[in-house]
């Protein structure tokens, strides 16, 4: 285990509990000043203190106070994966709930600098930025292209597919809640068939399966390809601290519950993330080259039902519909197994 994923205990830890990993009381946590400061643990989303995330010992770069729901887990994706990439970072952000939340200008939670950009564009901005920066001879910054699934699978799908084809030098980090949360919970290529949206009612729930944007990645045979999610902080941090030192386009897949689109209380946003995880509905792997898969570890299996019973957008589903949801969760898994077993 490297010093960032010790830093960060994750909700599946590996090995046994170190002094660092003792979870303090609500009391005790209150009991400290509260944001940038070093070593101070911050209770996060309501999960009952098994969770709490130390502050890594430097600087807060998500400061206190942002326009986001109570509970959302992009905004714990984005706060985990600034610390570890640090304040020499650039983030390029399109439309999206994160371009909302953020603040309006001149106010911003994120202290390191921010381009918001048309929707379609993210990546072919900050392949242009990661230029610039090299034209300048700066080879150390970070350029972050962080975007959800509208502007992942969907949007701005032909400019991320460009700029990977040209190995363009950058980090492209999609926080994935599975639709168009901020502008009314519509439906995208990444919600998965079964789930309820604005736009695929009840009465007309979606029917097509979630796209496989890794494997899409995995084929412009990308230098690292990777899902992560908020509920294993442990991996998200570990990921994101590889990506960090590769060079060449690098993607990652980041779960990030939305307890307001899913039908969820916020307080259960790592609940949910953790549960897809053990029940493999969003199960963690990398992918090097395009053809090197590995899975990564994860606790053992759990029924999809787990996962699916918090979330008011699966509520409806029948006993049939739920069984049909787990033989595709099943056989997605072998699948992946699969991949991985061949690559050796
Ligand atoms: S709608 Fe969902 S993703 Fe958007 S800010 Fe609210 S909880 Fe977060």
Redesign the pocket.
């Known amino acids: 285990m490297n010093r960032v994923s010790e830093s960060i205990p994750g909700s599946f830890p590996r090995g046994s509990a170190s002094e660092s990993n003792q979870i303090k009381s609500p009391r005790e946590v209150e009991d400290s000043p509260h944001a940038c400061r070093s070593k101070a643990e911050i209770p996060l989303c309501g999960a009952a203190g098994s969770f709490n995330l130390p502050v890594p010992e430097k600087r807060e770069l998500f400061t206190p106070g942002h326009?986001?729901?109570?509970?959302?887990?992009?905004?714990l994706a984005m706060r985990q994966t600034l610390s570890v990439l640090g304040e020499d970072t650039i983030v390029v952000m399109p439309a999206?709930?994160?371009s909302?939340?953020i603040g309006i200008y001149p106010y911003s939670c994120l202290t390191v600098p921010v381009l918001s950009v048309a929707f379609a564009s993210t990546a072919a901005v900050a392949a242009g930025v990661k230029s610039g920066l090299s034209i300048q001879g700066n080879d150390h910054t970070t350029v972050l292209a962080w975007a959800?699934d509208g502007g992942t699978f969907d949007i701005g799908l032909q400019a991320l597919s460009g700029a990977v084809e040209r190995d363009e030098d950058i980090l492209f980090i999609c926080?994935d809640?599975e639709a168009y949360?901020?502008t009314g919970?519509q439906r995208s290529s990444a919600t998965p068939a079964g789930g309820w949206t604005t736009t695929t009612p009840d009465s007309a729930r979606k029917a097509q399966r979630k796209k496989d944007i890794v494997e899409i990645m995995a084929a412009h045979r990308i230098p690292y390809a990777a899902t992560a999610s908020i509920g294993a902080p442990a991996d998200l941090a570990e990921k994101v601290q590889k990506a960090k030192t590769i060079r060449g386009s690098r993607f990652i897949h980041l779960f990030?519950?939305?307890?307001?689109?899913?039908r969820h209380d916020?307080e259960l946003?790592l609940e949910v993330a953790r549960a897809a995880v053990k029940s493999r509905v969003f199960p963690l792997y990398e992918v090097s080259e395009g053809n090197v898969w590995k899975e990564s570890p994860m606790p053992e299996k759990e029924p999809v039902d787990r996962y699916l019973k918090h979330q008011g957008r699966f509520k409806k589903l029948s006993a049939v519909e739920r069984q049909q949801f787990q033989k595709q969760v099943d056989n997605d898994w072998e699948r992946l197994l699969k991949k991985c077993r061949a690559s050796g």
């Open positions: 326009y986001g729901c109570p509970g959302c887990g992009a905004a999206g709930c994160w909302t939340f959800g926080y809640n949360m901020n919970i990030a519950s939305c307890p307001t689109g899913w916020p946003s």
